[in-house]
């Protein structure tokens, strides 16, 4: 009895001894794998993130990361229990591969797919790679530069009757004001006059209730059936119903409009096929949503360091002056690209606050990241990549004082993101996937600040705001009220 007993623990000894030795054999293989496969990153697990929870949850986003930035460096995968692998890539050094690999080694994955019940099956994430690059690139046409001039005049019309409306002095909530400005403008510009001036009030209701589809359960669960989920699903089909009918009356119109909408109509495939109506008004839907929150945001935030910062608030006054008189009152859209203070006020304001916090992909294959200490890492397949914006834009090596608000540092003298090499400004993103609304956001904001800054003398009464980070696309927290006395009347 005693004997069976003992051989019975000897067998279980035996297999124990094996795995272990297997494992220990596995992973000297491993260690002695060929000399391009580098060590992976520091890994921050799931005991350490418990150790760490209650000082990470007091803390903001920025902290949290800067905190894991600190104590890891500058490439670090964050792995809870080996539930998933998160490697966060910080600084423009290890960016080249997120950035500009092939989107076979390297893309969104699945990681967008709750943009699908936003937009629909017909355009982005819900079809295949080969079509999604297709219709980048009808955005990235139908805004390019060449082709902004003409969004000019409706646009000017837009700001000055929306702040012609405003009376000879008085307080308004600006977050509020732009919001709603920022949303006529995209309906005129990008979407045209048949909704601008036929059912707006409809487009935007319906609108609203697709963008608060957005939100931090929908990311993880697009398809539950949450409230938010069901609205959004609703409107997104009357939507699209609405949309389409524009579509299809354009499309059996002579008359050709020169908006957004209609340079996707025009749009066709590589194989000669036109774009469809439920693609057309998906792409539209898509566009207003990447393209108007955005903007507002930059546009508050740019008002919200300008009022607080007397002496870039002159110069770019002082330039306004300076422009007006050169182009004899009248902003023409030369005059836009010559407002090159007004230009670094704005993005400076959004490196300050990026409303894009962190870009995301995923590993399709194995690669290697050099860090600015010389440091490889090889990344494996099947990691989540996190590009934080939020932190490269506050690296104290290529921005000089990081915290404060500076506009100069992108003047023809210090140009810090210059000459900080590719990729150390990313607020608008890099390389294959940079935002096609560049320079149609900066234009928009440019027209707005360029009329307030011309027409009233504004006061901040808020006090410079919090960013709200439970937002997921953070915004300056609650109202920011601001004083206006218009200093002429609109002729
Ligand atoms: C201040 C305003 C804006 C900011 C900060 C911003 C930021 C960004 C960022 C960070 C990306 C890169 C996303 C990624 O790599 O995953 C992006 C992409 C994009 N943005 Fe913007 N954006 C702004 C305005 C606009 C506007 C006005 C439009 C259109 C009207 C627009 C259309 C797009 C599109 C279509 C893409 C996708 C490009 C692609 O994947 O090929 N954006 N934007």
Redesign the pocket.
Known sequence: MEMASSAKWFAVALVFITVILLRVIRGRRMAAAPASEKPPPPVVNGFTLLGLLPRLLTMDLRTKINCLHDKYGSVFTVSPFGLTNVTFLIGPEVQSHF?QGLESEIN?GNL?EFLVPMFGQEIGQGVDAATRTEQ?RF??DA?KQSKLRRHLDPMLQEVESYFGKWGLEGEVDLKHEFEELLMLI?SRC?LGKEVREKMFDEFYKLFRDVENGLNMISVFFPYIPIPANRRRDKARLKLIELLSGTVRSRKSSPSVEED?LQRLIDSKYKDGRSTTETEVAGMII???F???H??S??STWTGACLLTHPKFLAAASQEQKEIMMKYEEKIEYDALLEMNTLHNC?KEA?RLN???TM???KALKHFTVRTRQGQEYGIPKGHTLASP?IQNNYLPYIYKDPEVYDPDRFGPIRQEDVVGGKFSY?????????????A???M??KVIWSHLLNNFDLKLLSPYPKTDWSKLIPEPQGNMMVSYKRRQLLG
Not at 426 to 438: L, M
């Open positions: 950035f969104h967008l980048s955005y990235l805004l995209s990008l957004v898509a566009l207003i990447g393209g108007k955005t903007s945001l930059a704005i959004l990026p409303p894009t870009l995301v992909r914006i990313t607020s608008f993103g890099g390389g294959r996937h940079f935002c096609s609304g560049d149609y956001a900066y928009q904001v």
